[in-house]
Nanobody, 124 residues
Framework: QVQLVESGGGLVQAGGSLRLSCAAS????????MGWFRKAPGKEREFVAT????????PYADSVKGRFTIARDNAKNTVYLQMNSLKPEDTTVYYC?????????????????WGQGTQVTVSS
């Protein structure tokens, strides 16, 4: 298993940027496909982005394409989510997740391990 800890959330004005980090420990990081999800009150976890083991494949949700960038540094056991041009609609808790899947998972059911989340608040 892996343990995941998110950081980097906070309060930012609309149009601003934040960089979330997810530090992993417990098993070889590079064997996992990593993803970012978010969950608003009263809603299910929403897919944000996924990154393959080598970093070469990075699908994004339509709502964040062109604004968010997912990246990973396997040497540092860390995955990042760079969020630019933030909107109030992006306000929610963001979670990172890990999975062994050889496919590119984009639903929460496909992931085995989850962090506890970090709050992102975007003011207008």
């Amino acid at each position: 298993q892996v343990q995941l800890v998110e950081s980097g959330g906070g309060l930012v004005q609309a149009g601003g940027s934040l960089r979330l980090s997810c530090a992993a420990s417990g098993r070889t990081f590079s064997v996992y496909v990593m993803g970012w999800f978010r969950k608003a009150p009263g809603k299910e976890r929403e897919f944000v982005a996924t990154i393959s083991r080598s970093g070469g494949t990075t699908p994004y949700a339509d709502s964040v394409k062109g604004r968010f960038t997912i990246a990973r540094d396997n040497a540092k056991n860390t995955v990042y989510l760079q969020m630019n041009s933030l909107k109030p609609e992006d306000t929610t808790v963001y979670y990172c997740a890990a999975d062994y899947s050889t496919a590119i998972p984009t639903t929460p059911r496909q992931y085995d391990y989850w962090g506890q989340g970090t709050q992102v608040t975007v003011s207008s």
